[in-house]
Nanobody, 124 residues
């Protein structure tokens, strides 16, 4: 599985961005996917996860109600719509795929494929 995230940029607080993650390789609709983010000097943190068919979604408390994860299996693409952005949302955002089962889903260890990341900067 190869993943490529895009859509990052610089936006003012209160603004919106939509991230995309294009996938190739293994059947896209067969595995769950997630977004994580990492600010400088900090660990990689869970943002959101979506099941293989999009039927179940999970969010970190910090983004619940502001971010929406979705996927289009026909287009092999994962999305993250981010609204009401705050300066504390500034980070590199990574998409990830889980073709393994076992580790807690909100930890990086639950995902065995990662994209390179896209920078999101929110100015105050």
């Amino acid at each position: 599985v190869q993943l490529q995230a895009s859509g990052g940029g610089t936006v003012q607080a209160g603004g919106s961005l939509r991230l995309s993650c294009a996938a190739s390789g293994r059947n896209f609709g067969s595995y769950p996917m997630a977004w994580f983010r990492q600010a400088p000097g900090t660990e990689r943190l869970f943002v959101s996860r979506i099941s293989n068919n999009g039927g179940r979604t999970y969010y970190a408390d910090a983004v619940k109600g502001r971010f929406t994860i979705s996927r289009d299996n026909a287009k092999n693409t994962l999305y993250l719509q981010m609204n009401s952005l705050k300066p504390e949302d500034t980070a590199i955002y990574f998409c990830a795929a889980a073709t393994i089962v076992g580790p807690e889903i909100r930890t990086p260890q639950a995902y065995n494929y990662w994209g390179r990341g896209t920078q999101v900067t929110v100015s105050s």
